[in-house]
């Protein structure tokens, strides 16, 4: 509220010379105040209005008050409205508003301003809106924004015309919220498209431009907004400035921001000071930052400790990040509690992290619905998951709906799955699609079935042609690599066999290594292949028997004809039987006769 009304200071009237060389200590303000004194006991009204208002400023009300009144009595009209603030403060409002009427009547634009906040705090919108009005109309900042906060109140479109009369003359608070509702415009334009069907000016800029004078005024959320728009642009040393400023002022959101800015800068000590602060004021999200760095410490106590103060200041995700911790630690009892609270109260990762504990535990009953729920709160782990829950109990109909949710949300493993479908349904081409997403993800698997697919279609190799042939790389050899390369059994094994094709045997060598070392039987199998024909026989053995101990049918009729060739017919009849049993059928028949020969050759 203006305390001075209209006259700010005797000053402005032009009766007293302001001294050129006022004293920096105050003493030049003593003298103008022991001279306004003067004529005021002399009976000049307008000294009287001032020294009164000096007074009041003071907190020396018993001192201002007959000034004050002596002067509204002579029909000035700032008196009028400092003694209506006068007696407000001293608890007499009704007292006041009959001043405040008096001064706003006779057009004092602060008596207006205070005269309508009466009226509203005592309901009587229709009565605050003409006085507020009235004061807003003469240019008074104060009326201009209490008016704009009424009929935003009521829903009124010309609420943001007062809000930006107020904020143009300097009202922080005004330009504070004409940004804020700015960025809600821009926003629904941004989702629904401006209502005219004509392109409107983008808000972003001006907003901005809000939040900078509201901040440079010291608005702490302002600052705060201000550092978050420069963020997200990457202008990350001028947002830290600004998060600083709001910070120092005591916003905690804009400590706790700071703390990220500060750790993704490689200040984890600085972070963790901010966050300290921001969390000491309240800021659960700083707490649940402090937790998490040090549980990434060790220092589990300490925590679990922020962990639960996120809780206790109403952030869910302390419950959720509890869970975390105790289910690392093995305390599941524990980590299904946290889970459960963080979940009832809409946490949806906590819903899928729960699910997924009570699915570990034969529980699939209990998970499901919490799956669900997750799911539907846009959770893609939870969707995916219950699509691998639904594919577990067979039903594939009902599980492809969800993979393709998780899949069009981004989920590699999700993308797999539907590609696995839709090759399983023949629709090929919606199967490459997705399987290029999945693959492009870096899924190994993904994209061996991509290659496998491409390969499918490739022409068939052309007749042997007389001159040096030029091979170039086809787009499914490259997929084949690329799973080779992230381990990928089969597809070592592929690019193996492309490589031999080429006549490149050591590279074939090389990934047939890789494969049978990694567990593959055919790797070894085709490993034992190529080191018999460069004539390292007892080497090609060594793999053939592990891919013959891994069910291998082929590599075991290799042994059984190596060790007959050797004359160690007994243990050739082995390997014969061994390949009888393993398949498939061509193997099992010639390796029957290989074993009936042995046999003949034994009894003999």
């Keep these: 509220m203006d305390v001075m009304g209209d006259k700010a200071t005797l000053l402005d009237t032009g009766r007293f010379v302001q001294p050129s060389d006022r004293d920096e200590t105050g003493d030049g303000e003593a003298v103008d105040e022991a001279r306004t004194r003067l004529a005021a006991q002399a009976g000049d009204v307008e000294a009287m209005s001032v020294l009164g208002a000096m007074l009041l400023r003071r907190g020396d009300l018993d001192g201002a008050e007959p000034l004050l009144r002596a002067a509204t009595a002579e029909g000035d009209r700032a008196a009028a409205n400092n003694l209506g603030v006068l007696l407000h403060q001293r608890g007499y409002t009704d007292d006041a508003a009959g001043w405040w009427r008096i001064a706003a009547v006779a057009g004092s634009a602060a008596a207006a301003h205070a005269l309508g906040r009466y009226h509203r705090e005592r309901g009587d919108e229709p009565a605050a809106e003409y006085w507020l009005r009235q004061s807003a109309e003469q240019g008074h900042a104060l009326g201009a924004y209490a008016l704009a906060d009424l009929l935003e109140h009521r829903g009124d479109s010309d609420a943001e015309q007062w809000m930006r009369s107020a904020a143009e003359r300097g009202h922080r608070e005004a330009a504070y919220r004409l940004a804020r509702a700015l960025d809600r415009q821009t926003q629904h334009e941004d989702e629904y498209g401006s209502d005219n069907g004509v392109d409107a000016p983008p808000a972003g800029g001006e907003a901005e431009q809000w939040y900078r004078q509201a901040a440079a005024r010291g608005h702490q959320r302002a600052a705060l907004q201000l550092g978050a728009i420069l963020e997200r642009r990457g202008e990350l040393k001028e947002a830290g400035r600004w998060y600083l400023t709001s910070a120092k002022d005591g916003e905690a959101r804009a400590a706790c921001a700071l703390g990220f800015l500060l750790r993704d800068a490689g200040d984890t000590e600085s972070a963790a000071v901010w966050w300290l602060r921001a969390a000491q004021d309240g800021d659960g999200n700083a707490a649940n930052a402090l937790g998490a760095l040090h549980a990434e410490r060790g220092e589990t106590q300490t925590a679990e400790r922020w962990y639960r103060a996120a809780m206790?200041?109403?952030?869910?995700?302390?419950?959720?990040?509890?869970?975390?911790?105790?289910?690392?630690?093995?305390?599941?009892?524990?980590?299904?509690?946290?889970?459960?609270?963080?979940?009832?109260?809409?946490?949806?990762?906590?819903?899928?992290?729960?699910?997924?504990?009570?699915?570990?535990?034969?529980?699939?009953?209990?998970?499901?619905?919490?799956?669900?729920?997750?799911?539907?709160?846009?959770?893609?782990?939870?969707?995916?998951?219950?699509?691998?829950?639904?594919?577990?109990?067979g039903e594939e109909g009902v599980a492809l709906p969800w993979y393709e949710r998780a899949a069009a949300a981004g989920h590699t493993e999700a993308a797999l799955q539907v590609g696995i479908a839709r090759l399983r349904d023949g629709d090929e081409r919606e199967a490459e699609r997705h399987l290029r997403c999945a693959a492009g993800g870096g899924s190994a698997e993904a994209a061996y079935r991509l290659a496998s697919v491409l390969d499918s279609r490739r022409p068939p190799a052309p007749a042997h042609e007389l001159g040096e042939q030029v091979h170039e790389k086809t787009e499914c050899e490259e997929w084949y690599e690329r799973a080779a390369s992230q381990g990928h059994r089969r597809a070592q094994v592929r690019v193996g066999m492309l490589a031999a094709a080429r006549g490149d045997v050591v590279e074939a060598a090389r990934w047939y290594r890789s494969a049978a070392e990694a567990g593959s039987r055919n790797g070894a199998f085709n490993l034992g292949l190529l080191l018999a024909r460069e004539g390292s026989e007892p080497e090609a053995a060594v793999w053939w028997a592990r891919a013959a101990d891994a069910g291998h049918g082929r590599a075991a009729l290799r042994l059984a004809l190596v060790y007959a060739r050797r004359g160690e017919l007994a243990e050739g009849q082995r390997w014969a039987d061994r390949a009888v049993t393993l398949g498939p059928g061509e193997v099992s028949e010639r390796a029957a006769r290989l074993r009936d020969a042995l046999r003949q050759e034994l009894t003999a």
Aim: proline share 1%; charged share 20%; with cysteine.
């Design 312 to 393: 206790d200041a109403g952030d869910v995700n302390g419950a959720y990040n509890l869970g975390l911790l105790c289910a690392e630690q093995a305390r599941t009892a524990q980590a299904e509690q946290w889970y459960r609270r963080a979940a009832y109260a809409g946490h949806r990762e906590a819903a899928n992290a729960l699910a997924v504990l009570l699915l570990q535990g034969g529980d699939a009953t209990g998970a499901e619905p919490w799956f669900s729920k997750a799911a539907e709160a846009g959770s893609v782990d939870a969707a995916f998951n219950l699509g691998i829950l639904f594919a577990g109990r």
